[in-house]
């Protein structure tokens, strides 16, 4: 990867998904950190449309100056090479708008904005960031820290994995050496059996362990899975129609559960 996407609406939250965008670059060898503020004016009149603009302007250029003094002030400067953007634009279209290349880019951004409400991010919604932007999304709980990914566990209806993700899995096991994958699948009672040779991964690819568990849906079966056991990184493959686009799809209260355990990492 080339370079990390930290979406920033200047909140707490914010601050912390940048410094775990730090570790994870530092890790991963990369030295391009762009910080990205969108802002979107709500609908109204032409004039006044124009007068919200300047003022959104204004507070989005301001604040990344602050938040740039910050960086230096931090020391964070002189591990790598920061550069900031301000686009007029929603967020989805506006990270879109930086991505060169799927396997160049990753975002890492907070799972709370500056409102401390799970459903909103900088003025879009996580889901929709996570669903919807043609790179990797990387979304941090509030107060994680990077400790490095030992316990990953990847939820799978045992489709095949893209050439593109099997490098990114690879990639994100060899930061650790003592890291271990779990691919996890919920059986529901009315799934048809699944070939597990479906995957297209193999133990000379990612040392790997397979995991059945049981559950009436889904997403309440990997929420649990993941409250209850050891684990640092939950990886997810996004496919129209797939269990991921079914768990973000859910209510507010349902998605505060998966997003406020562990670090997310969405792949499409």
């Known amino acids: 990867m080339k370079q990390i996407i930290v979406p920033t609406d200047f909140s707490k939250g914010a601050w912390n998904a940048l410094l775990y965008a730090v570790e994870i670059g530092e890790a991963l ?3 391009e950190i762009v910080v990205l503020n969108s802002y979107h004016a709500p609908h109204a009149g032409a004039a006044t449309l124009v007068s919200i603009d300047r ?3 204004k507070d989005s250029e301001d604040g990344l100056l602050q938040l740039m ?4 002030e931090s020391g964070l400067s002189a591990r790598f090479n920061f550069h900031s953007k301000s686009i007029h634009a929603g967020l989805v279209e506006a990270v879109n708008s930086l991505i060169t290349a799927y396997n160049d880019t990753l975002v890492v951004m907070g799972s709370l ?3 401390g409400t799970i459903g909103k991010i900088f003025g879009s919604n996580a889901s929709d960031v996570a669903l919807s932007v ?4 990387m979304v941090i709980p509030p107060e994680t820290s990077y400790q490095g990914h030992r316990n990953i566990v990847m939820g799978s209806d045992f489709n095949q994995l893209s050439q593109n993700n099997l490098n990114i899995l690879r990639t994100i096991n060899r930061l650790n050496d003592h890291s271990k994958l779990k691919i996890v699948h919920v059986q529901t009672d009315d799934e048809p059996a699944t070939s597990k040779a479906s995957l297209g991964i193999t133990q000379e690819d990612i040392a790997h362990e397979i995991l059945e568990i049981k559950g009436e849906e889904v997403s309440g079966a990997i929420d649990d899975y993941v409250s209850k056991n050891d684990v640092d990184l939950l990886v997810m493959i996004k496919k129209e129609g797939g269990f991921f686009y079914t768990m973000f799809h859910r209510s507010i209260t349902k998605k505060m559960a998966l997003l406020g355990h562990v670090p997310l990492l969405v792949l499409k």
């Not at 003094?69 to 230096?72: A, L, T």
């Open 29 to 31: 060898e990369v030295r």
């Open 55 to 57: 003022i959104m302007q």
């Open 69 to 72: 003094d910050k960086i230096k």
């Open 113 to 115: 904005g500056a409102t």
């Open 134 to 137: 043609n790179c990797p999304v």
